[in-house]
């Protein structure tokens, strides 16, 4: 017969399935969509940002601009 698991044994349980590995994470997702990939050799080297993500914030800056060149002045 099963015997019945508590909220929080099942908590402590996926605790330290999460802690056991640092690749996962809602955080670590973000990151992944923002910056270019870790190079494989120099981990702890400082990532940039991706070209599509500099590109976008330009263009909506630039967006920006004209708005308020064309709405406030």
């Known amino acids: 017969m099963a015997r019945d698991v508590t909220r929080e044994e099942v908590q402590a349980w996926l ?19 923002i910056l270019e990939p870790a190079k494989l050799f120099e981990p702890q080297k400082s990532r940039p940002p991706k070209k599509s993500l500099v590109l976008l914030a330009i263009w909506l800056l630039g967006m920006l601009g004209v708005f308020v060149y064309f709405n406030l002045w």
């Not at 605790?15 to 969509?33: N, T, V």
Request: proline share 5%; aromatic share 16%.
């Open 15 to 33: 605790e330290d399935y999460y802690r056991s590995r640092p690749d996962l994470g809602f955080g670590k997702a973000i990151l992944a969509m």
